[in-house]
Structures are given as C-alpha cells and as structure tokens.
C-alpha cells in the first residue's frame, strides 16, 4: 500500500476536526473550505465529504469539537473539591480571553454564522447551556455552603454570563476594553451578584 493510499484508510473523524480548526484559525469560520482542510490532510475533498455530508456539518462539528474541550475543562474545575469561591474564581480566570484568546476569537465568528446556520446555533445553544449549569452549580454550591448569598443563582448566572460574554466582544473585537478592565468588571459584578468582596474573586 502506498504512502497516500495508507493515508486516506487511516483518516479517521477526529483528525479531519482538528485539522479543520488548523484552518479555521488562519482564515474564519465562513471562509474555511472543505478543499482547504483536504489539501492541509493531504486526501481528496471526497474523502472529508466521506464523514461530514455538507461544509456547514463539517464547520458545526469542529466548533462543536473545540467547545467541547472548553465546555469540559469548566465542567472538571466545577467537580473539583475545592472550596466554591476556589473553584468559582478558577472558572471565571479560564472562561475569560487569556494569551492569544484564539478559542474566544472562534466563539466569536460562531456568534456571527450562528445568524444564519442553524447547525452552528445549536451547537452554541448547548454548549451556553452546560456553561451556566456548571456555573451555577457552583454559585448554588457557595450559597448551600454560606459562602455565597444569591437569592436567585439562575438570574445571576444568566447576568453574569452575558456581561463576560459581552465584554469580551469589547475585548477582542471592539478593543474598546482592556483585560484588566474585564478582569476587574466581572469580579466586581460577581462580588454584587454574591455578596463578596471583589478583592476575594481579583
């Protein structure tokens, strides 16, 4: 068997994903082509077409693939047995744009084509979904234990969410707020929607 020919049997869906997000960190969600991720594959479009039946499947799945990771690593910092205000500071440090913020900059042209595809709402509508339950879970934790006071963790969850997501746009895209201010603006909204300190979650 050849070189190439060993190559295609061996491609298996994960690869064709990964490979896929290579891609789409160069030139964006909306401009990645099937023929790209098969050209940087070394295989025909054809066998990409093989495991995902459209481009929009194939886009869909790599960013489910990549929120997948993010989605999880909250999800394990949220089952830890550390101390809520521990694991509820973690969870904002890793959910926020840190160093090159390149799983935001996904998230952020997925916000974009979520408009239009719907494979690609769903995916972010689930992945929203399991990022303010663990999130909740946390505050919920916090107030079972006494060191929270929340009087509706949904409400709050669902405020603070929106203000990190919000802020991070004006981060990364607007640059109209620097990472300290974001820093420093959730931990002071998480602190009124908690009753802390902002000096605990900085």
Do not use: N
Not at 48 to 56: A, E, G, L, P, S
Not at 64 to 85: G, K, M, W, Y
Not at 176 to 193: D, F, G, N
């Amino acid at each position: 068997m050849s070189g190439r020919s060993r190559r295609t049997a061996e491609l298996r869906r994960e690869e064709i994903l990964t490979t896929t997000l290579d891609v789409v960190e160069r030139g964006g969600l909306a401009a990645t082509r099937v023929s790209d991720v098969a050209a940087a594959l070394g295989v025909s479009p054809a066998l990409v077409f093989y495991h995902f039946r459209t481009k929009d499947d194939l886009v869909a799945a790599a960013f489910a693939h990549a929120a997948e990771r993010d989605v999880a690593a909250l999800e394990e910092i949220a089952a830890s047995a550390d101390a809520p205000l521990d694991r509820l500071r973690r969870m904002l440090r890793l959910y926020g744009p840190t160093g090159s913020a390149t799983g935001w900059q996904l998230w952020i042209d997925a916000w974009a084509l979520a408009q239009r595809e719907q494979e690609i709402q769903a995916v972010m509508r689930r992945m929203d979904q399991r990022w303010c339950a663990v999130l909740r879970d946390v505050v919920e934790s916090g107030v079972a234990s006494a060191d929270f006071h929340c009087p509706d963790p949904a409400a709050a969850v669902t405020r603070i969410s929106a203000l990190l997501d919000g802020l991070s746009v004006a981060t990364l895209v607007y640059r109209s707020v620097t990472r300290a201010q974001l820093r420093r603006w959730v931990a002071e909204a998480v602190a009124r929607e908690l009753d802390l300190d902002p000096e605990l979650l900085s």
